[in-house]
Structures are given as C-alpha cells and as structure tokens.
C-alpha cells in the first residue's frame, strides 16, 4: 500500500507543478487577445469579405450561365420547332403547287381539245358550205348547160330559131325534169 501512498503523493506533487507553471499571466493574455481580435478583424475585413464576394460573384456569374445555357436550350428547342413548321408549311406549299399546276395542265389540255372541236366544228361547216356553193354554182352551169343543149337540139330537131320566150319555157321544163 506504501507503493500507492507514494504514487498519490508525487501525483499531487506534481498537480501542484503543474499548476504553478499554467497560471495566467493576465497582462501577456490581454495582449494575446487583443492582438488575435485585431488580425481576425483586419483578416475579415481584407482578406475574407474580397474572398466572399469574389465567391459571390462566381456564383451569381455560373448561376447566369446555367440561366442562359437553359435560354439557349429554349431558344434552340424553339428554333427547331419553327424550323420544322417552315419545312411543313414550305412542303405543303409546294404540293399545293404541284396540284395546281396539274390542275391547270387537266384544265389547258382540256381547252384546247374543246377549241380544237371548235375548230373542227368550224372547219366542217366551212367545207359543207363550200359544197353548197360548189353544189349549187355546179347546178347553176349544168342547167344553163343543159338549157343551151335543149335549144339547140330542138333547134336541130325544129329546124327553126326558138324565141326567147320558146327557149325560157324549154330551159324551166328541161330543168324541172333533171331535179325530179
């Protein structure tokens, strides 16, 4: 038990040390503390405000470009989208063309068959009428033909010259005879 007595007694006799060596020493301790107030204040104000607002500023500086990288992206999905709507529009367009031109093909080609029956039509009438003409001149020469070839048999035939009025008469006979 000595062992332990004297263990307790070099342990407090070294508490007591220890204690003499730690005390405070309040002039140096102020000192230290207002030394450590003035570097921490002169710390904030020239060195860890700058470093913040430089912080502050790199966030504000990403936080626009992730907003205008978001823009972008809408502006581009927007740009897609009208692109799109042009080339449909522009498609339906030219297909509207397309229908129109055949349309206007279907519609000439069909003009020009009728002008062109028209002028068939046209051409046929003028060639039936010239036949009339014709037909009728023709008709008009055989009867004074025939009427000259009545007169001088029947002159042959009579033996004597036909007067006017003979030779009317024998001409409306010969040529109501030749159209029945």
Do not use: C
Request: glycine share 2%; proline share 2%; aromatic share 4%.
């Amino acid at each position: 038990m000595f062992p332990i007595l004297a263990q307790a007694q070099s342990l407090g006799d070294m508490a007591q040390r220890m204690a003499m060596e730690f005390t405070i020493s309040w002039p140096p301790f102020l000192s230290n503390v207002v030394s450590f107030l003035l570097v921490a204040l002169l710390l904030k104000r020239f060195a860890y405000q700058p470093i913040l607002a430089a912080l502050e500023a790199r966030r504000v500086q990403i936080a626009e470009g992730v907003e205008n990288a978001r823009k972008s992206e809408e502006a581009l999905a927007q740009a897609q989208s009208r692109r799109e709507e042009i080339l449909a529009e522009a498609s339906q367009r030219a297909q509207q063309m397309v229908n129109d031109a055949r349309q206007s093909a279907e519609n000439l080609t069909k003009k020009q068959h009728e002008e062109a029956q028209a002028e068939a039509g046209r051409l046929l009438e003028q060639a039936r009428a010239e036949i009339r003409r014709e037909r009728t001149q023709m008709t008009s020469e055989l009867r004074r033909e025939v009427a000259s070839l009545v007169v001088a048999t029947t002159e042959k035939v009579a033996g004597k010259v036909l007067t006017d009025a003979d030779q009317k008469r024998l001409n409306t006979a010969a040529v109501e005879e030749m159209t029945h």
